[in-house]
Each structure stands twice: as structure tokens, then as C-alpha cells.
């Protein structure tokens, strides 16, 4: 597992502080970590170059303060849309949308619509809507 030297505490930090956040709160997101990139991962979405993932499991707030540190601001909406029973948190202008189930609002899906957050064609893992 490699491990980014200056990227590393600050992600660290963040996560820390993310698991500590009430569940079905969303806290504020620290300023945009330099040097992070999020890339698709199967059980989720890994940080780079930390080697570490933002898991699928994860509660949601955890989830959400990972992501908007890492883009550099908070979704620009979390609810759940009619017809799905999953809850989704939305970064539009990045085509992301992160996906929570369940009364404890675990992470179990992603959607990269358009190749603005993670480079090709449209992508997915886990359960979307």
C-alpha cells in the first residue's frame, strides 16, 4: 500500500474527524486537499496517491466529507430521488453521485456519468439507481 508523504496526515485527519460526525449529518468539508484525485475502485473509490479507499460500507457522512475534501466542496445535493430506495449525494458539475442505504446510510454504489471525475465512459460500481 503506498502512502503520499504531504497527502497522506491531511486525508488521515480528515477521515478521522468524518468518523467521529453523527450519522445523517453531512459536516462541512475542510479546504480542498492538493495533489488528491479520486479513481474508480470496484469496492469503491480510491484516493490517490494515498493507496487508501473511501470503502463501500462506509456511513455517509464519512463518505461525503472524503469526496468533498478531495473535489474541494460539498455535494450540491443529498436525497433520495422518487422511484429509487437509495439515497444519493450529487456533485453535478463533477458527474459523480454516490449512493447510501439503509437507516445508517451506508455507501454501496457510485455513478460517474461523463468521464469529468474519472477519465473514459460513463462508469458505475455497486448499487445505483
Given at each position: 500500500m503506498r502512502s503520499g508523504r504531504a497527502a497522506g496526515p491531511a486525508l488521515a485527519v480528515c477521515l478521522a474527524f468524518a468518523?467521529?460526525?453523527?450519522?445523517?449529518t453531512?459536516?462541512?468539508?475542510?479546504?480542498?486537499?492538493?495533489?488528491?484525485?479520486?479513481?474508480?475502485?470496484?469496492?469503491?473509490?480510491?484516493?490517490?496517491?494515498?493507496?487508501?479507499?473511501?470503502?463501500?460500507?462506509?456511513?455517509?457522512?464519512?463518505a461525503i466529507t472524503a469526496v468533498a475534501r478531495v473535489l474541494g466542496r460539498p455535494p450540491d445535493a443529498v436525497a433520495t430521488p422518487p422511484g429509487c430506495s437509495l439515497a444519493e449525494a450529487d456533485w453535478a458539475r463533477e458527474g459523480l453521485t454516490l449512493y447510501f442505504e439503509g437507516r445508517d446510510a451506508r455507501f454501496v454504489g457510485w455513478r460517474a456519468g461523463d468521464g469529468r471525475t474519472f477519465p473514459g465512459e460513463p462508469r458505475t460500481a455497486g448499487r445505483t439507481c
Open positions: 468518523a467521529c460526525a453523527p450519522a445523517g453531512v459536516p462541512p468539508p475542510l479546504p480542498p486537499a492538493r495533489g488528491l484525485s479520486l479513481l474508480p475502485a470496484a469496492q469503491g473509490i480510491d484516493v490517490a496517491p494515498t493507496g487508501q479507499e473511501i470503502g463501500f460500507g462506509r456511513h455517509r457522512a464519512g
